[in-house]
């Protein structure tokens, strides 16, 4: 579960991040952060570099989706068969 935090609250910050670009002119001063300091960024750039960083997450968490499915998937049937088991009574081994 926490892969998937993570992923979706990164989502959510480029979301927020492409919304806000949007919103601002193509002549406006647009920055990014590079580890502890922010550099001045081409708008257009920024935005696609934010485009694929969104694509490659979605992509990621429908991935995640799908093995945390398949994990489900197993647990279930690994539950019903022991359960089936337990139900059945025990072979007489004399």
Known sequence: MGERQRLDAELAEINNALSELVK???DAKVFK???PVLVEAKREG???ELTERKELNETR???L???EKRTRDQLDSLQKEL???LSQPA???E
């Open 83 to 85: 359960q089936k088991s």
């Open 61 to 63: 968490l429908r991935i």
């Open 24 to 26: 601002v002119g193509d």
């Open 46 to 48: 920024l935005k696609n």
């Open 33 to 35: 952060n590079v580890g």
């Open 91 to 93: 072979a007489n081994t």
């Open 65 to 67: 989706e799908k093995q």
